[in-house]
């Protein structure tokens, strides 16, 4: 089968080996698409392959479309957003994530920009120690249980929310459960953000809950910027001068905010939480056997359009 590993965003060439070493051990054939400039370089690269490996690399309609043979695409990373799942499932295609492969990299991501944030960007005015704050987490996925560790060996306070844990999964996960998201804003000192960007989470972080935070406390998005209402994130800096953002995805606004804001909100150039060697590594080859093991026996565990 032809396999097409469409990559806006390169993987460490250590993976791309790794990919295509499993690949055509198993007898496909691997094609590369990275670094494209134009979604119309990933429609005219589609026409005669079976199978893709993405990142956040958008398989809309238009992709589908093009690509008459395609029969599975593997989103090597966590987020399946940027697929049209339900186009997938209208033309019988087979949609996979590698869920947890690059966690740990967007949690240690994470850690990085509180305390970023808590010194000031790296900047020599006084800043302040995550020793003894609480981090609340919403979601306690993959990465959000990572993000709690990791926090916790820093000498944090943690809480967490997730509507799909138990009280007692949360506590197992070495978090405090709390019920609402009204209750984890208002009392955590660092908010990490870890929903998946849906119907019911789009702009669901808006000006009533960022002011809802304590004087002090920093909003950290390293999930997607879809989840923010970004008119009410800007009211929110407004009138609370005492709170911050930082994100790992550019908000539509981020001149405006910078601008006005300052020091007090930053965002990465591009989003980098999984652009490690190790997360590369882990989400890639994961992918590259996952489409091979599919092939050979139609496994479909990690399947997220069923
Ligand atoms: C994910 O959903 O796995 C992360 O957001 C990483 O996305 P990326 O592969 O585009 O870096």
Same mark, same amino acid.
């Given at each position: 089968m032809k396999v097409l590993l469409a990559t806006q965003k390169p993987f460490a060439a250590k993976a791309v080996e790794g990919i295509t070493e499993i690949l055509t051990a198993a007898g496909h054939e691997v094609v590369k698409l990275e #670094?494209? %400039?134009? /979604?119309a370089d990933l429609v005219a690269a589609v026409?005669? +392959? @079976?199978a893709m490996i993405i990142r956040s690399d958008k398989v809309t309609e238009e992709v589908m479309a093009a690509a008459p043979k395609l029969k599975i695409v593997v989103r090597a990373g966590a987020g399946f957003d940027n697929v049209d799942l339900a186009a997938a499932t209208a033309r019988g295609i087979v949609v996979m994530n590698t869920p947890g492969q690059n966690s740990n990299a967007v949690a240690e991501l994470a850690v990085a920009m509180m305390i970023f944030m808590a010194r000031t960007q790296f900047t020599p005015a006084t800043g302040s120690e995550i020793q003894g704050k609480r981090i609340g987490i919403q979601a306690f996925g993959n990465v959000g249980r990572l993000v709690g560790q990791k926090a916790k060996a820093l000498g944090m306070e943690l809480c967490a929310l997730d509507p799909f844990l138990t009280p007692e999964q949360i506590e197992a996960g070495g978090a405090t459960p709390v019920f609402s998201v009204e209750e984890l804003y208002s009392r955590s000192d660092y908010v990490s953000i870890h929903i998946p960007a849906l119907p019911a989470t789009i702009k669901s972080i808006n000006y009533d809950l960022i002011t #809802? !935070? %304590?004087? =002090?406390a920093t909003l950290v998005n390293t999930?997607? #910027? @879809? +989840?923010?209402?970004e008119e009410g994130l800007m009211r929110a800096l407004e009138d609370r001068p005492d709170l911050k953002y930082i994100t790992d995805v550019m908000p539509d606004n981020y001149e405006a905010l910078r601008e006005k804001f300052g020091l007090r909100v930053f965002a990465t %150039?591009? #989003? !980098? =939480?999984? /652009?490690?060697a190790e997360a590369n590594i882990n989400a890639g080859l994961a992918a590259a056997r996952q489409i091979v093991d599919y092939f050979a026996t139609g496994n479909t565990r990690f399947q997220v359009n069923r």
């Open positions: #670094k494209y %400039p134009d /979604q026409s005669d +392959v @079976e #809802k !935070m %304590p004087k =002090g999930a997607r #910027k @879809e +989840v923010i209402d %150039p591009k #989003k !980098m =939480g999984a /652009q490690t």
